[in-house]
């Protein structure tokens, strides 16, 4: 028997797992080969037995607490929320040059949830890297890295000093070498390689409906990662935290991958929080309809949350104020603000305090009285995952910025056989924002609604920068690269 399976080793391992009620992973030992055997005793060392049995019983068990007392939902309080449309120009100019500063300064980061495949839009291959069909042939992750690339040149404008925007991005176990090998293979878009953090978020084990862990194979558990609110453990355990502290980044933009409209370190966004001396924000849109299936802000218990729409009574879901808005219509699209000092607070302080959720999944497993493989029809397990908002409770200084939908959400879910939160409907939200751009530069667009106009993010980042088309007749289709003008007519 090899060194990292030796007897000690052994028996120390039943102990723990006949402790956590977990004995049965080793039920097909005897028929293991060395090999196996060894991966299933690396497979179980990973796990703190203590913290996943333990998870399972605050969650699912006896142990679990009470649920939220939803009678005491109210709206976050008006003076903690701002929005760009009854912002003045003076004051968006105010909260642009205040991040603009920091930025130059190095405070500013950027943190990219990307450990979602892109199972849905029919690839196998992580959904950052996915191509939505622009003439350019720029990818999610293109997109993005552009765009900080433009902020840090309007820091550099306004400033005179040349910062850099370091850019965080949390994979999981299946898409954090191909996003590597991508980022590599394309000379990370422009971007100092030195910019780039890539970091792999833990996967757990999955439970069954009495709270054993699933195994997949004879010697090896049915593991997922943990949710977007596994960043907190993630930042601490991955060194993420010591670099933010090394670099002196200050301020850190948190946002998913799939929103092609997402502003990368939006100046307005991130200098409102900062001119408000936030510890956390969220950017908002307003929910368009009391069904929409989005999640609110508000506040639960006291405390700040995001409560999902399936939490939601119709009648509470319908409240409106007496400007005819809904009460409760700050729509969640994962697009946040932390300073770095909170965030070392919640996961020095409050990342094990983190509510679970549960997602009951069909996940194929091994059959325990004949040994094989099985894949269910219906859900047979649980998959327990943390939320990256659940820490706004946390927060001692919390505040919300509400933007437009049209400007700068719209997320890839899908693949082009569904009704929406496709690549078509991706690509022609930026083909509309674009023209809009132009449009506002006093350009003339002929065209369909719908008709391709894209503009480089190193030429624009939100509209500016366009001046000498102004007075200009354009005709679709327009593309303008960073060396300016190549339309169609």
Same mark, same amino acid.
Request: glycine fraction near 8%; charged fraction near 25%.
């Given at each position: 028997?090899?060194?990292?399976?030796?007897?000690n080793?052994?028996?120390?391992?039943?102990?723990?797992?006949?402790?956590y009620g977990?004995?049965?992973?080793?039920?097909?030992?005897?028929?293991?080969?060395?090999?196996?055997?060894?991966?299933?005793?690396?497979?179980?060392?990973?796990?703190?037995?203590?913290?996943?049995?333990?998870?399972?019983?605050?969650?699912?068990?006896?142990?679990?607490?009470?649920?939220?007392?939803?009678?005491?939902m109210?709206?976050?309080?008006?003076?903690?929320?701002?929005?760009?449309?009854?912002?003045?120009?003076?004051?968006?100019?105010?909260?642009?040059?205040?991040?603009?500063r920091?930025?130059?300064?190095?405070?500013?980061?950027?943190?990219?949830?990307?450990?979602?495949?892109?199972?849905?839009?029919?690839?196998?291959?992580?959904?950052?890297?996915?191509?939505?069909?622009?003439?350019s042939?720029?990818t999610?992750?293109?997109?993005?890295?552009?765009?900080?690339?433009?902020?840090?040149?309007?820091?550099?404008?306004?400033?005179?000093?040349?910062?850099?925007?370091?850019?965080?991005?949390?994979?999981?176990e299946?898409?954090?070498?191909?996003?590597?090998?991508?980022?590599?293979?394309?000379?990370?878009?422009?971007?100092?390689?030195?910019?780039?953090?890539?970091?792999?978020?833990?996967?757990?084990?999955?439970?069954?409906?009495?709270?054993?862990?699933?195994?997949?194979?004879?010697?090896?558990?049915?593991?997922?990662?943990?949710?977007?609110?596994?960043?907190?453990?993630?930042?601490?355990?991955?060194?993420?935290?010591?670099?933010?502290?090394?670099?002196?980044?200050?301020?850190?933009?948190?946002?998913?991958?799939?929103?092609?409209?997402?502003?990368?370190?939006?100046?307005?966004?991130?200098?409102?929080c900062?001119?408000?001396?936030?510890?956390?924000?969220?950017?908002?849109?307003?929910?368009?309809c009391?069904?929409?299936?989005?999640?609110?802000?508000?506040?639960?218990?006291?405390?700040?949350?995001?409560?999902?729409?399936?939490?939601?009574?119709?009648?509470?879901?319908?409240?409106?104020?007496?400007?005819?808005?809904?009460?409760?219509?700050?729509?969640?699209?994962?697009?946040?603000?932390?300073?770095?000092?909170?965030l070392?607070?919640?996961?020095?302080?409050?990342?094990?305090?983190?509510?679970?959720?549960?997602?009951?999944?069909?996940?194929?497993?091994?059959?325990?009285?004949?040994?094989?493989?099985?894949?269910?029809?219906?859900?047979?397990?649980?998959?327990?995952?943390?939320?990256?908002?659940?820490?706004?409770?946390?927060?001692?200084?919390?505040v919300?910025?509400?933007c437009?939908?049209?400007?700068?959400?719209?997320? %890839?879910?899908n693949?082009?056989?569904? @009704?929406?939160? #496709? +690549?078509? !409907?991706?690509?022609? $939200? =930026?083909?509309?924002?674009?023209?809009?751009?132009?449009?506002?530069?006093?350009?003339?667009?002929?065209?369909?609604?719908?008709?391709?106009?894209?503009?480089?993010?190193?030429?624009?980042?939100?509209?500016?920068? %366009?001046?000498?088309?102004?007075?200009k @007749?354009?005709? #679709? +289709?327009? !593309?303008?690269?960073? $060396? =300016?003008?190549?339309?169609?007519?």
């Amino acid at each position: 028997m090899s060194d990292v399976i030796s007897e000690n080793k052994m028996e120390a391992m039943k102990e723990s797992l006949v402790r956590y009620g977990q004995e049965h992973v080793l039920s097909w030992w005897e028929e293991l080969s060395t090999v196996e055997r060894e991966q299933l005793m690396k497979d179980v060392s990973d796990v703190d037995l203590a913290e996943m049995v333990d998870m399972y019983e605050k969650t699912c068990g006896d142990n679990s607490g009470p649920a939220k007392d939803m009678s005491t939902m109210e709206p976050v309080d008006p003076s903690l929320c701002e929005s760009i449309v009854s912002s003045s120009p003076a004051q968006l100019d105010m909260y642009r040059d205040v991040a603009l500063r920091a930025a130059s300064a190095g405070q500013v980061g950027v943190l990219l949830l990307a450990g979602g495949m892109g199972t849905r839009l029919g690839v196998n291959y992580p959904k950052g890297m996915y191509d939505i069909g622009l003439p350019s042939g720029k990818t999610l992750y293109q997109i993005q890295i552009e765009r900080i690339l433009r902020v840090q040149e309007l820091a550099k404008r306004l400033t005179g000093q040349e910062g850099q925007i370091p850019m965080y991005v949390m994979t999981s176990e299946h898409t954090k070498q191909p996003t590597l090998e991508f980022f590599k293979k394309h000379d990370y878009f422009g971007m100092a390689e030195d910019q780039l953090n890539i970091f792999e978020q833990r996967t757990i084990p999955a439970f069954d409906m009495q709270g054993k862990f699933i195994m997949e194979t004879k010697s090896k558990l049915a593991r997922s990662p943990d949710g977007n609110g596994g960043l907190y453990w993630a930042l601490k355990n991955q060194g993420v935290l010591e670099d933010l502290e090394k670099r002196d980044v200050r301020f850190l933009h948190v946002f998913c991958v799939d929103n092609v409209l997402v502003r990368v370190a939006d100046p307005v966004f991130m200098g409102y929080c900062i001119s408000k001396k936030a510890e956390a924000g969220n950017k908002a849109v307003e929910k368009i309809c009391p069904d929409e299936a989005v999640g609110v802000v508000c506040k639960v218990e006291g405390k700040i949350q995001v409560v999902e729409y399936s939490e939601i009574t119709k009648e509470t879901s319908e409240l409106r104020s007496l400007d005819g808005k809904l009460t409760y219509c700050a729509g969640n699209i994962c697009n946040h603000f932390f300073t770095r000092d909170f965030l070392k607070r919640v996961c020095d302080k409050h990342e094990r305090e983190l509510p679970h959720h549960i997602a009951k999944k069909k996940i194929p497993f091994v059959d325990a009285t004949s040994g094989q493989a099985c894949k269910p029809i219906s859900p047979n397990g649980i998959k327990l995952e943390k939320f990256v908002f659940d820490v706004f409770q946390f927060s001692n200084s919390f505040v919300v910025w509400e933007c437009i939908r049209e400007d700068e959400f719209s997320p %890839l879910k899908n693949a082009d056989t569904a @009704a929406k939160d #496709t +690549p078509t !409907t991706s690509r022609q $939200s =930026l083909y509309r924002q674009h023209r809009s751009f132009l449009e506002t530069s006093g350009a003339t667009v002929e065209g369909a609604e719908n008709d391709v106009v894209e503009i480089s993010p190193l030429v624009t980042f939100a509209g500016e920068g %366009l001046e000498d088309y102004n007075g200009k @007749a354009m005709k #679709t +289709p327009i !593309t303008i690269g960073e $060396s =300016l003008l190549q339309n169609g007519h």
